[in-house]
Every structure is written in structure tokens, then in C-alpha cells.
């Protein structure tokens, strides 16, 4: 029986997590007798259609207060407090469905990039315990691992799969006991699904802008963000004949890239020359990304999407995965990813995309030329997950 159950991936209102639900279906279900994605919100999953292709379950337990079990759990809680505790609480009804005939994914991405990998940690620990085995899919690792629980945690994993060269290097250096493999992340092979564009947007004369309130919080002083934006559109407003799209790639609640697009969106609408996309799911996204001339990109799966669709791009980045990324595909990272703490004075976003606009032909020859393989690596993927099968 060949099993599978993708974990710890996000739900689709990021689209990023959409883009890998779907990829990684794609890459992996042919020749799987069964392959399940435990979610952390189906509802939304289901939302953006993917309850038409993929198959769910809950990851998190349904908590009713008025069980034994949760009051046991409040007294030890109180008496030895553990994070660790709460998250095999919170996860309990999925890690008892964990069986020996099923392999256990864990959905990468950046999960490892930030410092709360507790509930990582708990959901690895204990599929293995009751008899799972895991891999570690797709994931950027932060570049120095010092922790020896960090590693002693990555080593639980019988593979793992880096998305860049960095991540990579980072975890051979480590020493993590590990069989470790380096491909790209699998949402380049998502497929664009056409949509109707708006009205204003001209393709292949439209510049498209993300931005994520991630950036603004990373920012090196106050406003330095969102100044550098309103100078880069100005410019282009003056100098080019370019429209702008203003394209959201994660519509959470709590990190919701329509909070400042919205805000650049108030102060240039009565230009007609700026416009504001809607939500879409990722493949339309991926589509209205694939129609612009040249993309400016905060989230990492907006990148992606032009990467693979060969639109040139620079990167607003903060950590490893946006400069891991860029140097696998162009051997520079300089270039590519202007890393936000570097946004210091109102026109470095500007001269750095301006080296882009200037490079243009340069850009998309080596787009003809290596990205149809980077992508193909992909293809990789179903043969080492077997091995683990």
C-alpha cells in the first residue's frame, strides 16, 4: 500500500500554500494508491477549489472543554508548563491516525526559517514515535544551524529536500543525519489557469507589484518601505509608459498584502494608470503575473510565479530563501534580491529595479536558456520520495 499525508503546509488564503498543495499533488499522486493533505483550515482550502483535487483532513484536534481529556490537560499545563504539550494536544486526533503504511511530508517552505519550530518539532517527533516515517519537502533552513535541537530534530527526518543551494549547504554543514537532496521549490511546475485581466492592465506593458506587511515590519526605520514604493512608482509614472498591477499573493488576516496595496492604490487610483488586482487563486495569480512585463516581488511564490513564467523580477527579500533562490537560477544574488534593511534611502528600490529594466534582454536570454531545466528538475521528485515509500 504506497500512502501518503502531506502536513504543515499553510491553507490557501496564502497562495503560496495553495501553489504548493497543488504542485506537490501533481508531482507526487501518480502511481500513490492514497495521498492526503492535513489541513489547518479546510473551509478556506475548499474556498479556492481545492477540494475539487485534493483529498483533506484535520490536523488540528476539535477541542471540546467539557471533555476529560482537555481538563487533564489544563491541570498539567498548569502544573509543568510545555509548549511541546500543547501542540501533541492540539494535534492529537491526527497523530493518532498515523499508521506504518503511510509516509508523512511535511510541506517545507519556510517553516524552518523562523524561530518557533516547537510545533515542527512535536508533529515530527511523534509521527515517528508511532511508527511513521517523514520527509522534510521544498524547505529553506536558516543559514547558520547552530541549535543541536534544531539538528537533532532534522536528523529525525529520513529525508530532506532543499528548495535552494544555501539551505542545501547549510544543512550538510550542519552535519544533520539526513539523506539530503537540493531541487527547486516544487510550485514551479504550477500550472497558469487564464483569467480576465482588468481593465488598464496591458500585457507585457504592465509592471507588477507585490508587497507584504512582512517587509514593512522588517524595515530598518520607520516608513523606509513605503517611501521607496511611492518613489519607484512616481518614477515610473514620469519616465515610462508603463502601467502598474498591484498583485496580493497573501490575503490572511494578520499579514494581508491588500493592507498596504490598498494604500499605494488610494494614492495614485486617479492616475487610471495604477490599478489594484483582486483575490484569485494561485494558478489565475500565476497567469496575471505571467502577463507582466517585469514583476517587483516581497512574497517568495509571487517570485516564482514570474520566475517560471520568465518575467523579470527583483526580489524585496529578508531572508535565506528569496537569495538561495535567485543564486540557483542566475548565479547572482546582487542583482536580484534587494534585501529590505538595505531600503534606507527613497530610491534604492528604484536604481535597483532600473539595473533591471536596463538588463532586460540579458534577463530573459538566460531565461531561454536555463529555465526550462531548472524546472524539469522538478520531475525529480516522485522518484526520491519512492525510495522512502
Same mark, same amino acid.
Given at each position: 500500500?504506497? /500512502? ?6 499553510? !491553507? ?7 501553489a ?9 499522486? &501518480?502511481?500513490?494508491?492514497?495521498? *492526503? ?5 479546510? *473551509?478556506?482550502?475548499?474556498? %479556492? ?11 488540528? #484536534? ?18 509543568f ?6 501542540? *501533541? ?11 506504518? +503504511?503511510?509516509?508523512?511530508? #511535511?510541506?517545507?517552505?519556510?517553516? %524552518? ?10 508533529l515530527? &517527533?511523534?509521527?515517528n514515535? =508511532?511508527?511513521?516515517? &517523514?520527509?522534510?519537502l521544498?524547505?529553506s ?6 541549535d543541536?535541537?534544531?539538528?537533532k +530534530?532534522? #536528523?529525525?527526518?529520513s529525508? $530532506? ?16 543525519? #539526513?539523506d539530503?537532496?537540493?531541487?527547486p521549490?516544487?510550485?514551479? $511546475? ?5 483569467? /480576465? ?12 507589484? =507585490?508587497?507584504s ?25 514620469? =519616465? ?6 498591484l498583485i ?6 494578520y499579514? +494581508?498584502?491588500r ?12 492616475t487610471k ?7 484569485h ?22 517570485? @516564482? ?20 533562490i535567485?543564486?540557483? @537560477?542566475?548565479?547572482? @544574488? ?9 531600503? /534606507? ?15 532586460? !534582454? *540579458? ?13 524539469? /528538475? ?6 526520491? @520520495?519512492s525510495?522512502?515509500?
Amino acid at each position: 500500500m504506497k /500512502k501518503i499525508v502531506v502536513y504543515a503546509n499553510g !491553507a490557501a488564503g496564502n497562495h503560496g500554500c495553495e501553489a504548493l498543495t497543488r504542485s506537490i499533488y501533481s508531482l507526487l499522486s &501518480t502511481g500513490v494508491d492514497d495521498i *492526503k493533505f492535513a489541513s489547518s483550515n479546510i *473551509k478556506e482550502d475548499i474556498s %479556492y477549489g481545492l477540494g475539487d483535487i485534493v483529498h483533506f483532513m484535520p490536523l488540528h #484536534s476539535e477541542i471540546k472543554k467539557n471533555q476529560f481529556k482537555y481538563f487533564k490537560y489544563l491541570v498539567s499545563q498548569k502544573l509543568f508548563p510545555s509548549d511541546y504539550r500543547y501542540y *501533541k494536544f492540539l494535534y492529537t486526533d491526527f497523530l493518532r491516525s498515523v499508521d506504518r +503504511d503511510s509516509l508523512y511530508i #511535511s510541506a517545507g517552505g519556510d517553516n %524552518y526559517s523562523y524561530n518557533n519550530n516547537i510545533w515542527l518539532n512535536c508533529l515530527n &517527533t511523534e509521527i515517528n514515535q =508511532n511508527g511513521g516515517k &517523514t520527509i522534510l519537502l521544498g524547505c529553506s533552513i536558516l543559514e547558520n544551524i547552530s541549535d543541536l535541537s534544531m539538528i537533532k +530534530d532534522l #536528523s529525525n527526518y529520513s529525508a $530532506i529536500i532543499a528548495r535552494e543551494s544555501i539551505s542545501y549547504n547549510a544543512l550538510k554543514q550542519a552535519g544533520v543525519d #539526513s539523506d539530503i537532496y537540493c531541487l527547486p521549490d516544487p510550485a514551479f $511546475i504550477l500550472r497558469t489557469k487564464e483569467c /480576465k485581466l482588468p481593465e488598464g492592465f496591458i500585457p507585457g506593458n504592465t509592471v507588477g507589484i =507585490n508587497i507584504s506587511p512582512m517587509i514593512i515590519e522588517r524595515e530598518q526605520s520607520e516608513g523606509a518601505v513605503m517611501n521607496n514604493y511611492f518613489f519607484l512608482i512616481d518614477y515610473l509614472l514620469k =519616465n515610462t509608459n508603463y502601467n502598474i498591477a498591484l498583485i496580493p499573493h497573501v490575503v490572511w488576516s494578520y499579514t +494581508d498584502d491588500r493592507n498596504p496595496l490598498s494604500e499605494i492604490f488610494n494614492k495614485y487610483r486617479n492616475t487610471k494608470r495604477v490599478l489594484l488586482i483582486s483575490d484569485h487563486n494561485a494558478e489565475e495569480l500565476k497567469y496575471i503575473i505571467s502577463q507582466c512585463h517585469s514583476l517587483i516581488a516581497a512574497r517568495t511564490h509571487a517570485s @516564482i510565479a514570474a520566475y517560471s513564467t520568465m518575467v523579470p523580477t527583483l526580489v524585496v527579500g529578508y531572508s535565506v530563501k528569496a537569495r538561495g533562490i535567485a543564486l540557483d @537560477i542566475f548565479r547572482d @544574488i546582487e542583482h536580484y534580491v534587494i534585501p529590505v534593511q538595505k531600503l /534606507k534611502n527613497r530610491d534604492d528600490l528604484t536604481k535597483a529595479f532600473c539595473w533591471l529594466l536596463d538588463n532586460e !534582454a *540579458k534577463i530573459r536570454e538566460n531565461y531561454q536558456k536555463n529555465m526550462p531545466e531548472y524546472v524539469r /528538475k522538478c520531475e525529480q521528485y516522485a522518484g526520491i @520520495i519512492s525510495k522512502y515509500m
